[in-house]
């Protein structure tokens, strides 16, 4: 089982996986470009109760159903969290080891920034990706 780990760059906030991610996937939406800071977002998606967090987190909601959280001190975005559904989304760039994150998909690729050229072989969606 892979487990995952992390924080911001202060190392105020922490974060650890206690299950199997979900998924891992890249997404391209505008909305997480602004959010992150950076021409997608790469995320691991885990059940919210296979997670704990410590630390100073502030959250806004980003949409009325998903909020997303960074560290109250140093302002690295952190997670985005969909509670109604139970999952809580981490970024990649925020784990202690990056190299474990092995993407399954991007999507909202209708919004990828024009200068990125995704040179792998996994399924891209336009938009959303299909539900399971």
Known sequence: MTKFSGGCLCGAVRYQTTAEPLNQRVC????????????FNARVLVRIEDVSITGPVNTFYSS??????ACARCGTSIFSRRASAGV?????GSLDDPSLFKPDMHFWVSSKQPWIDIADDLPQYPEAPPTL
Do not use: M, V
């Open 88 to 92: 809580i989304g981490f970024t990649a």
């Open 28 to 39: 391209h939406c505008r909305q997480c470009q602004k959010a992150i800071g950076a021409a």
């Open 64 to 69: 009325e159903t998903l909020e997303r959280g």
